[in-house]
C-alpha cells in the first residue's frame, strides 16, 4: 500500500499536465481551425488526437481522486471536509459534464472551450499554489472570477482570429 502512495500522486501530476497540456493545444487548434470559417478533416483529426489525450489525463486524475477516497475513506482523515480535494473534484466534475455535453452537441461552442480551460488552468492553479487555510466557498469564488476572466481573454482571441470579411 506504501507504494501505491507513492504513485498515484505521480500519476495524478502526469495526467494534470496530460490534461493542461492538450486543454491547450485544443483551444489553439480549436481557434486556429475557425480561422477560414471551415473545419476540414485535418483539423479535425488534430482536434480528435488533442480530445483523446485530453480524455486520458481526464481518466488519470478521477482515478486518483478515487484511490484517495477509497484510502481515506475509513481513516481519521475526512477529505471531504478538504476544501482542495472538494475544489479539485468539484472541477474535475465540470471538466466531465462539459465534455459530455460538447461530445453531444448540447453546450455551445461560444461556450465549451471557455469552460473547459478554464477549469483545466484552475485545477492547475489550484494544486500548484501552496494555498493556506481556504474555505471551499473561496476556491468556488476564485473559480467563477477566473472563469469569466477566461472568457473575455478568450472571446477577444477568437475575434482576433477570426475570419474577417474581404474589402472588395
Do not use: C
Not at 490534461?19 to 486556429?32: D, M, N, P, R
Not at 480551460?117 to 501552496?130: D, H, I, K, N, R
Request: glycine share 6%; no cysteine; hydrophobic share 55%.
Amino acid at each position: 500500500m506504501e507504494y501505491i502512495f507513492m504513485i498515484v500522486p505521480v500519476v495524478y501530476k502526469l495526467a494534470l499536465t496530460l490534461g493542461i497540456g492538450s486543454s491547450t493545444f485544443a483551444l489553439i487548434f480549436f481557434i486556429q481551425s475557425k480561422q477560414d470559417g471551415i473545419v476540414d478533416e485535418t483539423e479535425r483529426r488534430f482536434l480528435r488526437t488533442v480530445i483523446t489525450v485530453m480524455r486520458v489525463g481526464m481518466v488519470g486524475i478521477v482515478a486518483s481522486l478515487l484511490f484517495y477516497t477509497y484510502a481515506f475513506w475509513n481513516s481519521a482523515v475526512n477529505l471531504f471536509a478538504d476544501p482542495i480535494f472538494l475544489m479539485e473534484s468539484t472541477i474535475m466534475t465540470v471538466i466531465i459534464l462539459n465534455a459530455i455535453l460538447m461530445q453531444f452537441r448540447v453546450m455551445p461552442m461560444w461556450l465549451g472551450p471557455a469552460i473547459a480551460g478554464a477549469s483545466w488552468y484552475s485545477l492547475f492553479f489550484l494544486t500548484s499554489v501552496p494555498f493556506t487555510v481556504t474555505s471551499y466557498g473561496m476556491f468556488i469564488t476564485y473559480y467563477a472570477l477566473f472563469g469569466a476572466v477566461f472568457y473575455g481573454v478568450f472571446t477577444i482571441i477568437q475575434h482576433f482570429f477570426s475570419p474577417k470579411p474581404k474589402v472588395i
